[in-house]
């Protein structure tokens, strides 16, 4: 048997690359979709004008903001920063919320699965 040519791709059981990445693609979009409705239904509830936010909700709103991109593409003019805040300690849950938010985010996007 002869030994496979390093320029050839190799076709077996697997789905081709455009597949793949179009079933990535939609899953993305369903998933930006959805979090968009959802933050759309819960920008209200949690940016109310009775409130006064502090480190909490500070890290709420900050783990929140990136999901608001959808919602803002959609054309929908939701906040992402409460102006009435407690001050410094709202700014720190805003901050720590955020990072807490992208580590998990690029956390999962970066995984490598191990190699046995």
Same mark, same amino acid.
């Given at each position: 048997m002869a030994a496979p040519i390093a320029n050839e791709v190799?076709?077996?059981p697997s789905s081709p690359w455009w597949k793949?990445?179009?079933v990535k693609?939609?899953?993305l979009i369903s998933l930006g979709l959805l979090l968009?409705?959802?933050y759309d239904w819960a920008a209200p509830?949690?940016?109310g004008q009775d409130r006064v936010p502090g480190f909490r =909700? !500070?890290?709420l709103h900050g783990a929140l903001m990136p999901v608001a991109l959808p919602t803002l593409l959609m054309g929908r003019d939701v906040p992402i920063y409460a102006a009435t805040n407690t001050g410094r300690l709202y700014k =720190? !849950?805003?901050i720590a919320g955020i990072n807490l938010c992208g580590m998990a985010f690029f956390g999962a996007a970066f995984r490598r699965p191990r190699c046995r």
């Amino acid at each position: 048997m002869a030994a496979p040519i390093a320029n050839e791709v190799s076709t077996g059981p697997s789905s081709p690359w455009w597949k793949t990445l179009l079933v990535k693609a939609v899953v993305l979009i369903s998933l930006g979709l959805l979090l968009g409705a959802a933050y759309d239904w819960a920008a209200p509830r949690m940016y109310g004008q009775d409130r006064v936010p502090g480190f909490r =909700l !500070g890290m709420l709103h900050g783990a929140l903001m990136p999901v608001a991109l959808p919602t803002l593409l959609m054309g929908r003019d939701v906040p992402i920063y409460a102006a009435t805040n407690t001050g410094r300690l709202y700014k =720190l !849950g805003y901050i720590a919320g955020i990072n807490l938010c992208g580590m998990a985010f690029f956390g999962a996007a970066f995984r490598r699965p191990r190699c046995r």
